[in-house]
């Protein structure tokens, strides 16, 4: 079974340069990389719903929903590991409120867009997240391999169809 998840990106100026939150993941899946904020969705929750509690719970941030920007959708395979298979839906801000803040899950850092800490994330994250934090959107599936770390087959999705990914969780 795949589970649902959602990312939010935090994008702010600062000295002139675009710069993004992220977060080290201090354990659960992905311990160790930098990942963005967010976390799976809740029974009866919406991506969107998700995104704003996770981006509290991880990093002490008030999000309004109608300043999250969609940017997309990714299916995460792990045939070796079934249980870690994911759908995420790919969320970027320029607006919140309060000072991000270390949680249990997340020890966050700014970092400019020009020097992404792309060897110390997750391996599909060079082939997406510079477009995505850009402007642009994502719609692509990957598939790790055995050490459950390396994207060993990648492949566009085909167009969303209506807003089936703001369907509430069962």
């Given amino acids: ?63 309004r929903p109608e300043s999250l920007d969609r940017r997309g959708e990714l299916l995460y395979l792990f045939p070796h590991r079934e249980s870690w298979s994911q759908r995420s839906t790919v969320f970027v801000t320029t607006e919140w409120d309060g000072e991000p803040v270390e949680s249990d899950e997340l020890a966050p850092s700014w970092f400019d867009l020009e020097r992404l800490p792309l060897g110390e994330m997750w391996s599909d994250a060079a082939a997406w997240l510079p477009g995505v934090l850009a402007g642009g959107s994502v719609r692509h599936e990957f598939t790790f391999g055995a050490d459950l770390a ?5 492949r566009p999705l085909p167009p969303r169809q209506g807003g089936a990914a703001d369907i509430p969780t069962p």
């Fill in 1 to 63: 079974m795949v589970y649902r998840v959602c990312v939010t990106y935090l994008l702010r100026r600062h000295d002139g340069r675009t710069q993004v939150l992220l977060g080290r993941k201090k354990r659960g899946l992905g311990t160790g990389h930098h990942v963005g904020l967010g976390g799976k969705l809740e029974p009866g929750e919406t991506a969107l719903d998700a995104a704003v509690r996770e981006s509290h719970e991880e990093a002490g941030v008030v999000i």
């Fill in 150 to 154: 390396s994207v060993v087959a990648d």
